[in-house]
């Protein structure tokens, strides 16, 4: 019979055990079923089929109005284009902790626990993904609001550094430069 965890440092020692084995047994049940050995897409470096899917669903509600916006069709492909080149760029450590986000938003059981529909990300609803994404925004846990700065700023920064949407933000484009003028 389990006993309840009481509002007590023991508790919250207890809580904290159950926690970790149970992120490690999700971390493990991801491993060995192959998530992180899946390779890359077909003519991406970093990114993978799922990563890819994930991120389908989860750019038009975290860009809402302005994607796909001035670059209409092509506004999917220069995204991932541009997700995967700044992913590569991430230090060793970085690109391993968004690789194991995005593994674990693979795996459904482990999506589920961490508040997402149980449903594959191209069957989701926008209204479903916006409500996941305020709720990690919003959590009293530190590792979901990290998660979601994490994917929200990687994506909000590889969409606004496309040139062609520069006018929708209101950025006037990179400064000319000015040559010097030689000394006298």
Do not use: H
């Amino acid at each position: 019979m389990l006993n309840t965890i009481t509002t007590s440092r023991r508790g919250f020692m207890q809580l904290s055990a159950t926690s970790a084995a149970a992120l490690t047994l999700g971390a493990s049940v991801a491993g060995l079923t192959g998530c992180s050995k899946v390779p890359t897409a077909n003519g991406y470096k970093v990114l993978r089929p799922g990563d890819i899917e994930i991120l389908r669903a989860v750019a038009p509600v975290i860009l809402s109005g302005s994607y796909p916006g001035s670059l209409a069709a092509d506004g999917e492909a220069v995204l991932l284009r541009s997700l995967d080149k700044v992913v590569l760029t991430l230090q060793d450590y970085a690109r391993s902790q968004l690789v194991m986000l995005f593994d674990a938003l693979q795996v459904a059981p482990i999506r589920a626990l961490m508040g997402a529909p149980w449903t594959a990300w191209s069957d989701m609803q926008p209204a479903d993904i916006e409500a996941f994404l305020q709720d990690w925004k919003t959590s009293r846990i530190q590792l979901k609001r990290m998660g979601y700065a994490s994917l929200c700023k990687l994506v909000t920064m590889c969409w606004y550094s496309q040139p062609s949407t520069f006018a929708f933000s209101g950025y006037p484009g990179m400064p000319q430069r000015i040559p010097a003028s030689d000394p006298v």
